[in-house]
């Protein structure tokens, strides 16, 4: 299966609002995640500036803005995307 | 620091980057360990520069023995020589005075300080007067190239005497500069029973400098050092010092940081990493995202080394680096203030992209991001153009390099 994309925004927005942590999301991931799951960084998603930085840390799921992204609000967006495609 | 204010690039009154401010450039630095078990180093190497970069004065001084006793003698010796110099008292008189006023050993009848003394211009007018230092190596192409010293010496000198070598360099010449703790290195070792010898020394800078031909002067200076130290089993037998004036084209570094006021800007402002003649580094994810569009290149961020301090760098085709931008540059200002870089990271690799260059053009894109103003962010953001002014100076007082701002 096409693992789903999780892009975490590395701007200065996001890193400030605790998003620097988020690089580590593949240590959070539950067991039944593992290799579900492709992690990539960005330099800057730029959904601060068009939306608003009290929404950052900002991540993308496949595609997807998430705001105010957390360990547990990314895996929880993820299993939504996979039971989407089941 | 030249400050363009109203205009940058090709318009403004910085010369473009393609055609350097400085045509060529005298590169000084070193590299030292004081003795083990000592907490000072009885070796001093200290540099001036004057007439605005045109001509450098470099000392290495080495005092008899080691620890504080020695580090007295050789700092009394180096400052007397700069200060001469600085009163424009010419330096073979400097160096006479040195001979007639360092006190001698009664028991061995040496002077209780060395020194060497490298008078450089950047016309390539260069004198060097030598007093009990291992000689030092001139190298051009590759290769040593021999000194005619001239001998001088005075009754009052006793059986001291005073090598004077006056040349012309050429762009690329390299004068290295070693106290006795580098050739004597290893001695009594069985492998080195003579120690390492000053054309073992000096044949190992060329092989460093075969395979890196660009080295910089710190580098080849920090590369002798450590190979003196191995030769010593780890721990220094006497206090190793290496200096290196390199005379050279420029390293140019443009660091292009922040969004053009004006859109309309944006193209002439991406143009900048196409321009030959200098490297590149990118501050800023705005900023990356920008010339991303305006190149049509991939910025592809690499997270397999995470720091907690500052986000990870990534890489863009055409530049050295492409790091995140306000709290990078606000750590980079930190780690140039303490002289150090505590950890690996964007930050320390832009302080290392810094610190190899000679000339370092900032091109700073004015636009205000209005989303770091937001009071919902915890941490105060300090604007770009302050943070990189803070910058420049340190680049300009501590490691006397060439800086321009432009403004975009």
Known sequence: MEPVTVTICMGTACVVMDGSRLVLLEEHLPERLRGLVR???ERCLDLCTRRSAALA?????????LANATFESIVLRIEERLAGRA | MVDDMNEGGPRGRCAPATSPLVPDFIEVDHFGLACGGEHLSGDLFHSRSLEEGNRVVSVLADGLSSGV??????????????????WNIDTAKAAAI??????????RRISYSTFTIVDARRDGRTRIF???????????DGALVPLERTVLGQPRWGNRRLRVSEFQSSVGDRIVLCSDGVTQSGMGTPALPLGWGEPEAAAYALSRLARSPDLSSRRLAELLVDRALWNDGGAAGDDITCGIIHLRRPRVLQVLTGPPFDRARDREFAALVDRPGSRKVVCGGTTSNILARELNREVEM???LPDREVPAPSAMAGVEL???????LAKVGQYLEAGACPRR???SRLVELLLESDVIHFQVGTAVNEAHQDPALPVELDIRRNVIKRIAALLETRHLKKTLLSYY
């Open chain 2, 302 to 304: 690499d997270l397999a």
């Open chain 2, 69 to 86: 006793e020695a580090a007295v003698l050789a700092s009394v010796t180096a400052s007397m020589a700069l200060e001469y110099v600085e």
């Open chain 2, 322 to 328: 492409v790091t995140e931008g306000c709290l990078t």
């Open chain 1, 39 to 41: 992690i990539r960084g």
């Open chain 1, 57 to 65: 840390p900002f991540v993308l799921v496949d595609g997807e803005p």
């Open chain 2, 345 to 347: 990271n964007a930050a």
């Open chain 2, 130 to 140: 030598e007093h009990g230092n291992p000689p030092v190596l001139l190298i051009r």
């Open chain 2, 98 to 107: 040195l001979m007639d006023s360092l006190p001698v050993d009664p028991v």
